[in-house]
């Protein structure tokens, strides 16, 4: 079955230290991965996606994530955290010949910056 | 990227009464968009599938005559949640396809509702 782990609930760093926020997928063919982030009664905001090509993807607001094949993960990182990057992250994934353009969905993790 | 416009953002109505919650892709054409529900514990729960032209396709247990949904057009869908109790109280958000590539989604702000 396809699936999508965040194994951690919520992390919490350090202002200034680098974050990582943990993904792991389970799905047939070639996946499409994406990190999305949601603030506080807000929408979802795009982040960063890997389709193909170049393992390490740089997203917005400094982000990067790095799709790993044989761990079938997509860690999201950055070198140095800011408060304002407090919020909620999702990990999803799409299997890449499922019409349906569903994707699946990782339970989220909440990031929190400490000053 | 594209925008999805999502609204009321807020709602507050009684037990019974019933909300139509709005969603419109602005500089796009959306043949397809998802319907969510957020539980306060965060996780995304995926309500149903609308596609433009046709009926919605609804995930399993989320009931279909409780949760009117509607694509008329390539830029609307609607979400009308029909004698709301109190229990239906509950952040929802749309999304759209925006690229038939790779399926990226692009999301509306929400829509927060309480059932008092």
């Known amino acids: 079955a396809q699936s999508v782990a965040q194994p951690e609930d919520q992390v919490n760093v350090a202002e200034g230290n680098p974050l990582t926020v943990k993904c792991t997928y389970s799905?047939?063919?070639?996946?499409?991965l994406f990190w999305y982030v949601q603030y506080p009664n807000r929408g979802l905001q795009f982040l960063l996606k890997?389709?193909?090509?170049d393992n390490l993807v740089k997203g917005s607001y400094g982000f990067e994530a790095e799709f790993n094949k044989s761990q079938t993960s997509f860690h999201l990182k950055k070198p140095s955290a800011l408060v304002s990057d407090s919020a909620l992250y999702f990990c999803?994934?799409?299997?890449?010949?499922?019409?349906?353009?569903?994707?699946?969905w990782g339970a989220g993790t909440k990031l929190i910056i400490k000053p | 990227g594209a925008v999805v416009s999502q609204h009321p953002s807020r709602v507050i109505c009684k037990s019974g009464t019933s909300v139509k919650i709005e969603c419109r892709s602005l500089?796009?054409?959306?043949?397809?968009m998802f319907w969510y529900r957020q539980f306060p514990k965060k996780s995304l729960m995926l309500m149903a599938t609308?596609?433009?032209?046709?009926?919605?396709?609804?995930e399993q247990g989320v009931e279909k005559d409780k949760f009117l949904i509607n694509h008329a057009s390539l830029t609307l869908s609607t979400l009308t949640v029909t004698s709301a109790h109190p229990e239906d109280s509950s952040f929802y958000i749309c999304?759209?396809?925006?690229?038939?590539?790779?399926?990226?989604?692009?999301f509306g702000e929400g829509s927060r509702l309480t059932v008092l």
């Open positions: 999304s759209a396809t925006g690229d038939l590539n790779t399926g990226e989604l692009f």
């Open positions: 500089d796009f054409q959306a043949t397809t």
């Open positions: 799905v047939s063919g070639n996946p499409y």
């Open positions: 609308s596609n433009e032209g046709s009926k919605a396709t609804y």
């Open positions: 890997y389709i193909t090509g």
């Open positions: 999803a994934v799409r299997f890449s010949m499922d019409s349906n353009y569903q994707l699946i």
